[in-house]
T-cell receptor, first 113, second 113 residues
Framework: GENVEQHPSTLSVQEGDSAVIKCTYS??????FPWYKQELGKGPQLIID?????GEKKDQRIAVTLNKTAKHFSLHITETQPEDSAVYFC????????????FGTGTKLQVIP | EAGVAQSPRYKIIEKRQSVAFWCNPI?????LYWYQQILGQGPKLLIQ????????DSQLPKDRFSAERLKGVDSTLKIQPAKLEDSAVYLC???????????FGPGTRLTVL
């Protein structure tokens, strides 16, 4: 089955700096890569996703890149703010709506004011 | 639209007792997932329903865990008897199938003493 590895497990940045979280996956059949943000006491919430036919996607301060050959993808957050502090999970699956999603182990991001 | 509802939010039980969790997905979402999230880890899929049928329960410990979605809407996850290692947050998610986005509920935090 699919295996997703995520690094780093914790990340502290100063407010305004950038944060980068990296993930690798094992199953070359995976073609959908969502990123979730989980705040304390809440369920994960989708913040951005990318499909394998796209190399990069951006939404305001958040961007994701995908390297299918190397089987890795990354989340980039620019101009970090204290409200970005949370646990971030990468995930991999196949598209189709009913496919199993495999999550990474999470990165706890702390933005220091 | 209303999000995914889960109850209870917290539950503390003794080992060998039984416990049940309830989930009501977003209206119209045919696919429902139960995940187990152990502290410091990513969500792990326990079972996936498509309407009232099971799509994937390969990681469900069937000797103690059971789940049902009788009318294809809300769902119940049961643990009987509970073990210490079952202490975790149990997340419910749903998707319409028209997109790949999974919407998560707030979770139920289970503590087994």
């Amino acid at each position: 089955g699919e295996n997703v590895e995520q690094h780093p497990s914790t990340l502290s940045v100063q407010e305004g700096d950038s944060a980068v979280i990296k993930c690798t996956y094992s199953d070359s059949a995976s073609n959908y890569f969502p990123w979730y943000k989980q705040e304390l006491g809440k369920g994960p919430q989708l913040i951005i996703d990318i499909r394998s036919n796209v190399g990069e996607k951006k939404d305001q301060r958040i961007a994701v890149t995908l390297n299918k050959t190397a089987k890795h993808f990354s989340l980039h957050i620019t101009e970090t703010q204290p409200e970005d502090s949370a646990v971030y999970f990468c995930a991999a699956s196949m598209t189709g709506g009913y496919q199993k999603v495999t999550f990474g182990t999470g990165t706890k991001l702390q933005v220091i004011p | 639209e209303a999000g995914v509802a889960q109850s209870p939010r917290y539950k503390i039980i003794e080992k060998r007792q039984s416990v049940a969790f309830w989930c009501n997905p977003i209206s119209g979402h045919a696919t429902l997932y139960w995940y187990q999230q152990i502290l410091g880890q990513g969500p792990k899929l326990l079972i996936q329903f498509q309407n009232n049928g099971v799509v994937d329960d390969s990681q469900l410990p069937k000797d103690r865990f059971s789940a049902e979605r009788l009318k294809g809407v809300d769902s119940t996850l049961k643990i009987q008897p509970a073990k210490l290692e079952d202490s975790a947050v149990y997340l419910c998610a749903s998707t319409s199938g028209r997109t790949d986005t999974q919407y998560f509920g707030p979770g139920t935090r289970l503590t087994v003493l």
